[in-house]
């Protein structure tokens, strides 16, 4: 059963970096052929996408995020991070790391990879202030 | 960016009641659509993927359907344990967005 575990500091001050980390855990590491990401929900709201890290090793960001973001790999430690600097009371909210799989589908539109989180870790709250 | 919209952002039914939810997109996305159910304090739970595959281990009770920019998420006889928030996320195009969620309750 994969296991993806957040860590990190449950309070960050104004114009800090905010880090994190995702232990992934039984029978899937990041030394494998998926992708990994993180995704957050402020308290009370919706789900919003923050960038994926590809088996590839590439990253894709969210725009509204990019310049603060940073997602990255320790494959010896099975873990993968996020920082992201200059956070703001808008940067509250829960953190979830996942795992992106991909499986290719044949309908009646052709063939198309989809991706998807498959599994999620149980979220870390993070919250901005003084 | 793709926007979503889910309606309705909450319902109430009975159990045993055949549940549906739409999303549509502001775009075509072919049929690169995922659906997952949330409970309370809870991380998110794929249902479906591309649309209409079920994800290994997910009851047969929900099903997904549709294409382009227009999707339902039916649960075929709602039972008390579905009371969550259901979001779509279109895999289309980066960045990869999610609908506002709706809510369901059990009457």
């Known amino acids: 059963q994969v296991q993806l575990q957040e860590s990190g500091p449950g309070l960050v001050k104004p114009s800090e970096t905010l880090s994190l980390t995702c232990t992934v855990s039984?029978?899937?590491?990041?030394?494998?052929?998926?992708?990994w990401g993180w995704i957050r929900q402020p308290p009370g709201k919706g789900l919003e996408w923050i960038g994926t890290l590809f088996d590839s090793g590439s990253t894709n960001y969210n725009p509204s995020l990019k310049s603060r973001v940073n997602i990255s790999v320790d494959t010896p430690k099975n873990e993968f991070s996020l920082k992201l600097t200059s956070v703001t009371a808008a940067d509250t909210a829960v953190y979830y790391c996942?795992?992106?799989?991909?499986?290719?589908?044949?309908?009646?539109?052709?063939?198309?990879?989809?991706?998807?989180?498959?599994?999620w870790g149980q979220g870390t709250l993070v919250t901005v202030s003084s | 960016d793709i926007q979503m919209t889910q309606s309705p952002s909450s319902l109430s039914a009975s159990v045993g009641d055949r549940v549906t939810i739409t999303c549509r997109t502001s775009?075509?996305?072919?049929?690169?659509l995922n659906w997952y159910q949330q409970k309370p304090g809870k991380a998110p739970k794929l249902l479906i993927y591309a649309a209409s595959s079920l994800e290994s281990g997910v009851p047969s009770k929900y099903s997904g359907s549709g294409s382009g920019t227009d999707f339902t998420l039916t649960i075929s006889s709602l039972q008390p344990e579905d009371s969550a928030t259901y979001y779509c996320q279109q895999g289309y195009d980066t960045p990869w967005t999610f609908g506002q969620g709706t809510k369901v309750e059990i009457e």
């Open positions: 039984g029978g899937s590491s990041t030394r494998s052929s998926y992708s």
């Open positions: 996942a795992r992106l799989s991909s499986k290719s589908v044949v309908g009646w539109f052709g063939e198309l990879l989809a991706e998807y989180f498959d599994y």
């Open positions: 775009q075509s996305i072919y049929s690169y």
